[in-house]
């Protein structure tokens, strides 16, 4: 039933991109050569130009640089709070959905606490809790997406555990370690690889949020989020600071999520 | 069931940019004579007792509402009469007598007289633990208040007091009804709780958004430069804390005033034909403290070094404006007492690294210098109401890197920041600035049972080892008790080298408070460190 | 009598959830390093010794313990007082009815936006003539939900108001001073409604009634309104009650930004300084939007559509 289906144009172009921002993270000095958190203090808010792509900051830095290495930060601190989401969500979801009814409504009703509480809230109020960082206010956003995530993973494990041939292995003697190895893993990996990389996306965001508001690295860390928040004050002189960041922020986010749009596709594309 | 055919849903945008179009129409610019006049100021106010007047916006609002018995004249420093029309004192400073002018009223309507005074003085100097009051920072020593007639009140203090005159002109002793001191403290969080005799009355307080002020038609009472009532009938005082939109809003006629414009914004709103004001906090400057007890900066030539590896002409340079002086002591120069201490300052990275290296501390692979296999990694926390704080550290840090030592920036929630800013393991350094036209200035920073910038054994601190300068304490001590003037402004002059000479503080720049206002506003004035006076401003036609 | 029983339920369920989310912050909250007296109290403005900070502390919040505590609080907020906000000096009631009504105007108006760009979005992507634009706007959905909220609300800002002057930002009456700030928010939001949209249309679409409606000749318009849309659209109720819950979230950047003085702006400032009697406040508002928004599309899609089941809903309820 895993028939192979080859990526679609927009498939490739997301997966080029996140290509170029992997490249970013892995070695970012291909693509730039300046310093990203030491900068020449003369050659503050420069424009655009030749010499700097993206113009400079307020302490001259290379704007292009500091996004480059900051990819290096927001990138695999949103891949930590997926990663985190997804192992907590598909604990309690799953254990949820294939437990006794009574297990199944206490759990579900913890999820539905969770998910009553704002999410940026709440991992505003986690990362107080551990303290601030980058590496904490990735755990904090990937507690705040748990709930969301167990929800449709008990959702999804619930219908899957309904199909009749499931059923019907159940009836004909599989286990119940057999019945998941077998039958719902293989079945909810798809999904659930679909939903984490439209989570992806939305931790990206979230974290830069963090950022935004102060809670993730400290500066000089070039950070995405924290590059926009103080390239917001001098929006009326120097555009660039901001610009770039968002643009890069939003490219990244897009083509993720358009990465995730075309795996959904291809599993409603099944009979 | 049939849904509507296709053109209400098409017409929709059509419609919403109709909408936006008639709502935009009020929002023109349209100036006239009596218009409310719109001031911005990024933060909102918190608790109004007067004595926690320090904070800006909390100034920005006390400074319209309150009088007080003194005035401090910004250009000449000398306190002129204001509620109080003459004052002497005893030999030995321990007693004040002050005369109240007759005749002035609260805005409820209550009189201003020795009572009153004697009932504020009394909460400021002692506070007032059932009411959860206080005690004011500028008043030391205080004992009792006395009420000798209606207009006649003296003041007593256990010891000598020579502060005392300047202290009754700041903005923390306000004169407030003794209607609102008989309220709670947590009462005086609300704007229209605070009964003033100032030349505006607060008409309304919306939490963390506006706060709406009258004049008042009566008022004849205010100091020498400004006796009448206020020019303009409404101001309104909005928080909007982005920067860029106090000054998109200014340059878009959306407000008349704002106060914080930063350093980069100056150039354009100068060129789009506004006004700058930059009025001088005249404290202590905007600098960087050290907290010896930590072992890191324990040693004095680490922190010369520091202090000589500190390029501040580049900082002033690059990040502010010729409003920011560069800081040539650990007083601002338009202080009472200062004195010009650029030599010892000069920026000096040969000296400085040899500093370094003679007190062991060695470059490694990486550039960064170690002892001992410990790297000089120093944490600071940021301090958000300095002008670029953040950006400032991080020029700072830049710049130490070439000297080999890394400067932590640290950011956490306030509760943390507070708890690691008492640690002087976790902060061995600090900003400081205090903004007080008062040679008692430096005692209020650096001496252990004030701000104790230091952090000294017996201090705020409970977690410092053993870091006490006795000597220092001594001599801020006898600032703030010394009675003869010249005597006291020759310790002023004492400390500061002192506080150099130890290098304990690297100043930076002179802070001052930046405002904005519309070409075609006047009579925008300032108190003596900085807080603006609404009085004297209006409107005219362009 | 079995609906009765069902309103019952859900009510209960409703209430239960409240309770479990002012458990969960009530100890998150406590477990904060530090506290709000501190924060006031230790600001170097006003000076305290140590000694006077812990006699406010013990006038503030008294030595009681966190569990007398809770269950004080928790009689407290039944009886609608919140207590009082250490930071500010007022009562969080005071505050919360200061607050409410501009998160309140700019959630009702962000939301309905978000309404209007789902519509036009489901339309432009079922029935634009070419196919290239068809796939841009199916596309919009994605592009929306990838804009970090408050860099387009700062470009908002700088464009519509300060460069074309449509409309000012500060100093403007309640409804006008949402307009921009509204349109902000209302792009993430319309965004996974409208994502969901599309996703039932195509579905709705394959259904074999709407194969037979158009074998019969009918227009592509007409058969999109008049059966696709209405058959498409009330799972979406489901995600727009749990959207409204986001734009609380939302307004702590939006109202950051726009320098509106809403619960978002309150909650940020309660964060930094740690002012739990607010924040226990704003958690338990927002629990209660989240609550009430499900509880009212719960209980109205079977008096919509009886023979549609809630698909994102927060209960799968037995086959009706």
Redesign the interface.
């Known amino acids: 039933m895993k028939r192979f289906l080859p990526p679609g144009p927009e498939s490739v172009v997301s997966i080029g991109v996140l290509a170029v921002f992997g490249l970013a993270i892995l070695f970012p000095f291909t693509l730039t050569h300046s310093d990203p958190v030491t900068g020449v203090a003369k050659e503050h808010l420069l424009a655009p130009g030749w010499t700097h792509w993206f113009g400079t900051d307020q302490l001259g830095r290379d704007v292009l640089t500091r996004i480059v290495y900051g990819a290096r930060e927001t990138l695999p601190a949103a891949l930590l709070a997926t990663l985190t989401g997804v192992v907590l969500g598909a604990f309690i979801g799953g254990l949820a959905a294939l437990s006794a009814p009574v297990v199944d409504a206490a759990l579900s009703g913890i999820i539905d606490v969770l998910l009553s509480i704002p999410e940026l809230l709440l991992a505003l109020t986690v990362v107080i809790l551990t303290g601030f960082g980058p590496v904490h206010a990735a755990i904090a956003v990937g507690i705040s997406q748990t709930a969301g995530f167990a929800r449709i993973i008990r959702n999804l494990v619930r219908s899957l555990r309904a199909m009749p041939y499931i059923e019907a292995a159940r009836l004909s003697g599989t286990g119940f370690g057999g019945m998941i190895w077998w039958h719902i893993l293989p079945n909810a990996f798809r999904p659930v690889l679909g939903l984490a990389v439209l989570r992806y996306s939305m931790a990206i965001l979230s974290l830069a949020t963090l950022g935004f508001l102060g809670y993730g690295a400290p500066p000089p860390t070039p950070e995405w989020g924290l590059m926009i928040a103080e390239g917001r004050d001098y929006l009326a002189t120097a555009w660039w600071m901001t610009t770039f960041p968002g643009l890069a922020l939003l490219t990244v986010a897009f083509a993720t999520n358009r990465l995730s749009h075309a795996m959904t596709r291809t599993r409603g594309d099944q009979p | 069931?049939?849904?509507?055919?296709?053109s209400p849903?098409r017409s929709?945008?059509a419609g919403?940019f109709a909408l936006?179009?008639a709502?935009?129409m009020?929002?023109?610019e349209g100036h006239s004579q009596n218009r409310t006049i719109?001031y911005?100021d990024p933060q909102?106010h918190?608790?109004l007792y007067p004595?926690?007047g320090?904070?800006y916006p909390n100034g920005g609002i006390l400074s319209q509402i309150t009088d007080r018995l003194t005035w401090q004249d910004p250009t000449t420093l000398e306190i002129r009469p204001w509620l109080a029309t003459d004052w002497s004192m005893n030999e030995d400073d321990t007693e004040y007598t002050f005369h109240i002018r007759p005749g002035v009223t609260f805005s409820d309507g209550s009189p201003l007289d020795a009572r009153a005074v004697a009932q504020n003085y009394q909460t400021y100097g002692k506070?007032n633990?059932a009411l959860?009051f206080?005690?004011s920072?500028a008043i030391s020593n205080f004992d009792r208040a006395e009420v000798i007639d209606p207009l006649t009140v003296r003041f007593h203090f256990t010891h000598p007091a020579p502060g005392f005159l300047q202290a009754t002109s700041v903005l923390g002793s306000g004169i407030v009804s003794p209607g609102t001191l008989q309220r709670s403290?947590?009462?005086?969080?609300?704007a229209t709780n605070i009964i003033g005799s100032g030349p505006f009355v607060v008409s309304a307080d919306?939490?963390?958004?506006e706060v709406d002020l009258s004049a008042r038609k009566d008022y004849n009472w205010g100091p020498e430069n400004r006796p009448a009532r206020a020019k303009t009938d409404q101001i309104?005082i909005?928080?909007?804390?982005?920067?860029?939109?106090r000054?998109?809003?200014l340059?878009?006629g959306?407000?008349d005033i704002i106060r914080q414009v930063?350093a980069?914004?100056e150039?354009?709103i100068r060129h789009a034909g506004y006004s700058l004001h930059a009025p001088s906090t005249r404290g202590v400057n905007t600098g960087i403290a050290f907290r010896p007890d930590n072992p890191l900066v324990a040693d004095i030539r680490v922190r010369k070094a520091l202090l000589h590896g500190t390029d501040r002409q580049?900082i002033v340079t690059?990040?502010y404006s010729e409003n920011y002086p560069l800081a040539r002591s650990v007083l601002s120069s338009k202080a009472a007492g200062f004195v010009d201490l650029s030599e010892k300052l000069k920026f000096d990275p040969v000296l400085a690294g040899q500093l370094l290296d003679s007190a062991g501390w060695r470059r490694g692979e990486n550039g960064l210098r170690y002892k001992d296999g410990h790297p000089l990694r120093l944490g600071i926390h940021?301090s958000l109401p300095h002008p670029?704080n953040?950006?400032m550290?991080?020029?700072v840090?830049?710049q130490w890197?070439r000297l080999g030592v890394e400067l932590?920036?640290?950011?956490?929630?306030?509760?943390?920041v507070?708890?690691d800013n008492?640690d002087p393991q976790r902060t061995p350094l600090t900003v400081s600035e205090v903004g007080r036209a008062d040679p008692d200035v430096l005692k209020?920073e650096f001496f252990p049972?004030?701000?104790d910038a230091l952090l000294q054994k017996g201090g705020?601190s409970?977690k410092v080892q053993h870091f006490q300068d006795e000597t220092l304490n001594a001599m801020l001590l006898d600032i703030a008790s010394r009675t003869d003037r010249a005597e006291r402004l020759k310790q002023v002059v004492a400390v500061q080298e002192y506080l150099i000479d130890k290098a304990y503080d690297i100043p930076l720049f002179e802070e001052p408070q930046v405002y904005a206002t519309s070409p075609n506003l006047t009579g925008l004035g300032f108190e003596a460190v900085g807080r603006p006076v609404f009085q004297n401003v209006e409107l005219n036609r362009p | 009598m079995s609906s009765f029983r069902h309103v019952c339920i859900q009510l209960i369920r409703a209430l239960l959830i409240l309770w479990g989310a002012f458990t969960v912050t009530f100890f998150l909250l406590q477990m904060m390093p530090g506290d709000a007296v501190m924060v006031r109290f230790m600001d170097p403005e006003l000076g305290l010794s140590p000694e006077q900070i812990e006699a406010m502390r013990v006038l503030y919040s008294g030595s009681s313990s966190p569990v007398f505590q809770y269950f004080h609080t928790i009689l407290r907020m039944l009886h609608g007082d919140f207590g009082y906000s250490v930071q500010l000096g007022v009562p969080v009631r005071t505050l919360i009815e200061a607050a409410l009504p501009v998160t309140l105007r700019l959630a009702v108006v962000g939301f309905i936006l978000s309404l209007v760009w789902t519509l036009l979005i489901a339309i432009g992507a079922s029935l634009l003539p070419a196919r290239p634009l068809r796939q841009i706007f199916q596309a919009i959905p994605g592009f929306w939900s990838a804009i970090p909220l408050y860099w387009s609300g700062i470009f908002i800002i700088q464009v519509l108001s300060f460069k074309l002057r449509l409309l000012p930002v500060v100093g403007v009456g309640p409804w006008e001073g949402t307009i921009l700030p509204a349109l902000a928010v209302s792009l993430p939001i319309a965004a996974p409604q409208a994502k969901l949209l599309l996703q039932q249309i195509e579905e709705t679409e394959r259904l074999p009634f709407v194969m037979a409606i158009r074998t019969k000749g009918a227009s592509q318009r007409s058969v999109f309104f008049r059966h696709i849309l209405p058959n498409s659209v009330t799972p979406c109720l489901t995600m727009a009650g749990i959207s409204f819950g986001e734009l609380i979230a939302g307004a702590i950047v939006t109202e950051t930004i726009f320098g509106l003085n809403g619960l978002g702006r309150l909650t940020r400032d309660a964060v930094s300084g740690q002012d739990v009697a607010v924040l226990q406040a704003v958690v338990m508002i927002g629990a209660t939007g989240f609550v009430a928004a499900n509880l009212v599309v719960d209980l109205l899609i079977p008096l919509i559509n009886p023979s549609l089941r809630s698909s994102a809903g927060w209960k799968e309820t037995s086959g009706s």
């Open positions: 069931m049939p849904v509507p055919a296709a849903l929709l945008p919403l936006i179009c709502l935009s009020p929002g023109a719109t911005l909102e918190t608790n004595p926690a320090g904070f506070g633990p959860h206080p005690v920072e403290f947590d009462e005086l969080g609300t919306i939490p963390g958004k309104k909005l928080v909007v804390p982005e920067d860029s939109i000054v998109g809003a340059l878009a959306q407000a930063e980069y914004d150039e354009q580049e690059v990040l940021i670029q953040k950006t550290l991080e020029l840090a830049q890197r932590d920036i640290m950011s956490g929630s306030a509760a943390g507070l708890l008492l209020s049972k004030n701000r705020q409970n």
